[in-house]
């Protein structure tokens, strides 16, 4: 199983930037995919992930401004990252599991998904 980010980089506060994950050996529609970051000194948090019937859930800090999608023909999960803050700026890791953690990640319950990503910076500069 592989799961490759694309899409980080650098943006100003107030921008947008899009992730994309492409999965490998790997049926996404088939699970639950995902979003997490982890500044530095911080603990990895949630921000957002997709069930396999579409449901979402969102970590509050994101809500409305971030979004989660799939593409099923392109094997191919997305983060939509709108109105960016400086805070927002950490490593971005695509994560993957056959059992739905999307309400976990909207509770903020620690949960690591089976399959991950090598993640991939995005800086928000002021």
């Known amino acids: 199983v592989q799961l490759v980010e694309f899409g980080g980089g650098s943006v100003q506060g107030g921008g947008s930037l899009r992730l994309s994950c492409a999965a490998s050996e790997y049926t996404l529609s088939s699970s639950c995919g995902g979003w997490f970051r982890q500044a530095p000194g911080q603990e990895r948090e949630g921000v957002g992930a997709i069930d396999n019937d579409g449901t979402t859930g969102y970590a509050n800090s994101v809500k409305g401004r971030f979004t989660v999608s799939r593409d099923n023909d392109k094997n191919t999960l997305y983060l939509q990252m709108s109105d960016m803050k400086p805070e927002d700026s950490a490593i971005y890791y695509c994560?993957?599991?056959?059992?739905?953690?999307?309400?976990?990640?909207?509770?903020?319950?620690?949960?690591?998904?089976?399959?991950w990503g090598q993640g991939t910076q995005v800086t928000v500069y002021s």
């Open positions: 994560a993957a599991d056959p059992q739905p953690f999307h309400l976990r990640v909207e509770d903020g319950r620690k949960w690591s998904p089976t399959d």
